[in-house]
Structure formats: C-alpha cells, structure tokens
C-alpha cells in the first residue's frame, strides 16, 4: 500500500493572515441596539409622611401585581393626588416599552407600560389618571375595534389595475375572523414572504380600515401594532435599529403576543416593586 505523503506546511490560503483584509464586497445588516432592560431607580424620599397618598397608590399597585391572575384586571386611580405625589408614583414606575394611544369615541387615551411588566399609566381627558394591572390594559383592549366591518367580497374581486393577491388575503381575513372563537391561537399572514404590488397593499389597507388603537412596543428596533376595523385584526410591522422595514405581517388574535405582559413577568415585576417600596421608605 503507498502511503500518503503528509504536508509539513498549512496549505496556502489557510490559517491567520492568510486572507486580505481588503474590502472584500460583502456587507452585513447592523446588529441591533437600543435594547431597554431593567434598572433600578430609587427616588430620593425626605418626607415619607408627606408622601403617604403616593406610597398608598404604589401599595395597592404591588398587591394587585401580587395577586394577579388570568383575565383579572385592577385598576388604581391617582387623579386625586397631588402633583407631588403624582410625580413619586412617575418616577418610581418609570418607563417601559410599550406605548399605546387610543382614540375614537370616548375620548382619547394616552397609555405608558412601566418598567415594571404589566403596570400601565394611562391618562385621558376629563382627568382620567389611574394605573391598569395585567397583561394589557383593559381600557385599550375594549375600544380598539368598532362594532362593525362591512365589506363587499365580490367588489374587492373585482379586478383592478395592478392588484394581484389582494383579493385572497382579504378574503382569507373574513374567513378567519367570521370563525374564530375568542382565546382561539393567533392566525398570521406574512405579507413580507407574499408577492405583492404596491396596489395590492393599497387595497388592503384600504380593506381593513383603521381601528382605535395603536401601539408601540420598542426593543430591538420597533414594533407598530395597528388595530384594523375588523375584529380580532391587526396590522403588525417590525423594523430594525436603522427604521427599516424587516417584516410585515397580519395578525388575527385577541391581541397581538408582543404586546402583552407575560404571566412570568407579572409575577417578577410584583417582587421588584415590593423590593423597590421597601427601599424608597
């Protein structure tokens, strides 16, 4: 049997310093940045006793997280205090990432997640000022559809210049939302993996409308979350940390999972606000 010969030397192109550090042509997406984590802040209290109003507020928020439990929501109405106190209970609570306004009938609501997963600061006209608990607030989750979506099928099968898909996920979105149960698992459209026409998503727009709510969720990059005019529908886009475009989706749920607080974080966010109370006395 001949034997191979065995290379003494690593073979060329190989090994550190083997390859130009020269441009090369290839580019890479930016990794993301910005991501918002946790931080302790412990306001500063001199005044405990002046403070009591702001201190009670925070209380029944922390038992509220404590004793949270599926479809429960409490709500905690601080538009007696003062402003000082008002301003312990902002800096204590902080800001998270999720942000929701509500418009349409009822006035309009402007709502902060806190740092604290499944506390939320909502504020409105005629003085609305009170903290929600639970997954999402409750306020939001009931205005964001109207009471009725009408479309006409057979017009938006009408064929049209440059729309192509259109017609079947629209009619996919009635489908769906005319069978669905409530609590029934999300159903998700990926129109970034769809072929489309910028007519295709004009009429589809167009098609679902506007609903009351939407809402902002940051991390890696941003999540825009808009309720359409259909039940149950809404419009989910997620761009990178330079605002681009990276994935737009459709999403047929109660709610879309990004934007709501985790039972596990719930339960987290009750242990560090009862740690932080203790402190700040």
Known sequence: MTSLPIATQPPIGFGPGSQSEADDGLSYL??????????????????????????AALDAVQRALAAWAPDLHESVSIS???????ALVDEALGEGEVAVRVS?????????????????????????????????????????????????L???????????NAPPVIAEIAYRTDARAPGAPAHVINLSLLPHTPEDLALIDAALGVGGVAILSRGYGNCRIDAAARRDVWRVRYYNSDDTLILDTIEIADLPE????????????????????????
Not at 38 to 49: I, K, M, N, S
Not at 80 to 86: C, F, G, I, Q, S
Not at 109 to 127: K, S, Y
């Open 80 to 86: 007696a205090l003062d402003p000082e106190n008002r």
């Open 30 to 55: 930016p990794m993301p940045s910005g991501m918002r984590v946790y931080e302790a802040h412990l306001p500063e209290v001199t005044d405990p006793d002046r403070l009591a109003p702001a201190f």
């Open 154 to 164: 057979q017009d938006i099968a009408t064929p049209r210049p440059g729309v192509v």
């Open 104 to 152: 349409g009938g009822g006035g309009d609501l402007e709502i902060q997640e806190a740092t604290f997963a499944g506390v939320w600061r909502v504020r409105g006209a005629d003085g609305v000022d009170r903290i929600e608990v639970g997954p999402f607030p409750r306020g939001a989750s009931l205005r964001a559809f109207p009471p009725r979506w009408d479309i006409d």
């Open 258 to 281: 990004v934007a709501l607080a985790a039972p596990e974080d719930i339960a987290d966010s009750a242990e560090r606000l009862f740690e932080a109370l203790g402190a700040m006395r």
